[in-house]
């Protein structure tokens, strides 16, 4: 079933709540989906260096000197910031693959989450409630952020199993319904050189845009191309470094609602989730159109049928 949430902001001065309300937001979605959650938080730029988020099982062992150890082997700068089962490394950019081989050889048990300029995911097994609670999210500051909260029907119930899912640089996705055809999909992205961890359907979905973007698509243009690519019933929200986008499949089955005010865009499989904003009452609301594409950035002003792709 799933549930997603998601608030792109046009308010500045909204930035330092946007953990609290995306939390919020979440929260109320706990029942379409208690097995795990995650969200997504686009915060401030590092100075043109990149975020390496990471996450271990045995947290007091893994991060204990980890950014020592990287720093000998990258021969950068690397600063570290521990939260709970989650580190965020910051490196120069430049040094991201380095970052990642180096890690996979000294710390096998760490798992990179997300990559990024601005982007950090925090997820783990567990209620929105708790999730939410162990990265102290409500206190977290960003443009714009998305969040799942997950029932598994298609992979085991792990945090790498979780959403959202990160395959791209500050790019993340979260996905409500069941691809048919995710794993020959994974297959062949496999083969082109794409790297996909889990065998959940979702993460194949985001590298297919990932993949798309490769390729010279902008990301409104891998979002038309999945509604002939891929099979199935979805609601995807996607997250980028200046925005976010929806999209539904033909059929959309999948329910959804969205909202707009002169302070903010925001997303949720349910009204309910959004009734806490301000100026809900009197928000634009409506239902997504199924096999369209809606995307808001912070770069560009919104079309009519396919915003600002």
């Known amino acids: 079933m799933c549930g997603i949430v998601g608030l792109f902001l046009k308010d500045k001065s909204l930035e330092p709540k946007l953990g609290d309300m995306l939390t919020d937001m979440l929260v109320t979605m706990t029942d379409r989906g208690p097995d795990s959650a995650g969200i997504a938080i686009y915060g401030a730029e590092t100075d043109g260096n990149a975020k390496l988020t990471v996450q271990s099982d045995a947290p007091e062992t893994d991060f204990d000197k980890l950014d020592n150890e990287l720093r000998k082997l990258v021969k950068g700068k ?36 997300s990559h990024g300029e601005t982007l950090e995911i925090y997820k783990e097994v567990g209620l929105p409630k708790n999730v939410a609670e162990r990265f102290d999210v409500r206190q977290m500051s960003g443009t714009h952020g998305i969040g799942h909260t997950r029932m598994a029907t298609e992979s085991a119930v792990t945090t790498m199993g979780a959403h959202p899912f990160n395959t791209g640089s500050d790019q993340c996705l979260v996905h409500n319904g069941s691809l048919s055809n995710h794993n020959s999909l994974r297959r062949k992205l496999r083969r082109l050189g794409v790297h996909i961890e889990t065998e959940n359907d979702t993460e194949v979905g985001a590298a297919y845009l990932t993949w798309k973007m490769q390729t010279g698509s902008t990301l409104g243009e891998a979002l038309e191309s999945s509604l002939d690519d891929l099979d199935g019933f979805f609601t995807f929200l996607v997250g980028t470094k200046d925005g976010f986008g929806v999209v539904r499949d033909p059929i959309a089955c999948k329910p959804a609602v969205m909202a707009e005010t002169d302070q903010y865009v925001a997303f949720g499989s349910e009204y309910r989730a959004l009734v806490n904003l301000p100026g809900i009452e009197d928000a634009r609301v409506w239902e997504p159109e199924p096999a369209t594409v809606y995307f808001w950035s912070h770069n560009a002003a919104p079309t009519a049928q396919e915003k600002a792709a």
């Open 78 to 113: 690397v600063k570290m910031s521990v939260k709970d089962t989650h580190a965020v490394l910051e490196i120069q950019a430049d040094q991201v693959a380095e970052a990642r081989a180096a890690l996979s050889d000294i710390r096998p048990s760490v798992r990179v989450m």
